[in-house]
Structures are given as structure tokens and as C-alpha cells.
Nanobody, 126 residues
């Protein structure tokens, strides 16, 4: 079973950047649709960005033009690059994998993902 470990979270000022790695073990990220979700207290995890098995990307509306996702198959790692951060980006960021996704598909619902990381906190100060 794929295991995912996120890192790279922290405190950053508005306008700054962060890169979050998600390291996978027990399976290659290239064989799964990989996505990032964000959760704030009292709310359900929300889709942020994802990459399909084919390499296609899907962006949440609030992150278009600011965030990107990439995959390093040699390192079994997926990266979330976050630029122009604002306080609304604050939350716990979770990496997720769906091994059953169609080749060009990025699932948007939580229950389609079969592996999750433990999350990493990102706090953006104004």
C-alpha cells in the first residue's frame, strides 16, 4: 500500500512562497493520480490541485496562476509549489493518491483517494 509523507509546511508572510514535497513509498506516484487538499478547522478538506497519471493538471479556482504541482518519478515525490501566498491559503495541506483513477483523470472527491499523508500546516501571515 502506498504511504505518503508531506513536509515543508511553516509560517510565511503574505506574498511569499513555499514548496511542499510529498514522498511516496510502497508505490510510484506515476501510477496514481496525486492531489493536494487543504483543511481548515471546522471544514471538510477541499481540493487544491492535482496531477493525473498522464501528467495533466487540475487547479482549484483559488490557486490558478499561483500554485503548481509537479512529479519527480525518480524520487517518488510530488511537489506543491505555492507562490503569492495570502492568508486565505492557511490550513493543513494533505497529499493524496488514487491508484484507480483513469489515465487522464484527477478525482475531486475525498472518498476516491485510497492513500493520504498525515498533513503539514501552512500559515500565511498578513
Amino acid at each position: 500500500q502506498v504511504q505518503l509523507v508531506e513536509s515543508g509546511g511553516g509560517l510565511v508572510q503574505a506574498g511569499g512562497s513555499l514548496r511542499l514535497p510529498c514522498a511516496a513509498s510502497g508505490g510510484s506516484p506515476s501510477l496514481s493520480a496525486m492531489s493536494w487538499f487543504r483543511q481548515v478547522p471546522g471544514k471538510e478538506r477541499a481540493f487544491v490541485i492535482g496531477i493525473s497519471r498522464s501528467g495533466g493538471r487540475l487547479f482549484g479556482d483559488s490557486v490558478k496562476g499561483r500554485f503548481t504541482i509537479s512529479r519527480d518519478n525518480a524520487k517518488n515525490t510530488v511537489y506543491l509549489q505555492m507562490n503569492s501566498l495570502n492568508p486565505e491559503d492557511t490550513g493543513a495541506y494533505y497529499c493524496a493518491a488514487d491508484r484507480g483513477a483513469g489515465f487522464t483523470r484527477v478525482p475531486l472527491t475525498l472518498n476516491e483517494y485510497d492513500a493520504w499523508g498525515q498533513g503539514t500546516q501552512v500559515t500565511v501571515s498578513s
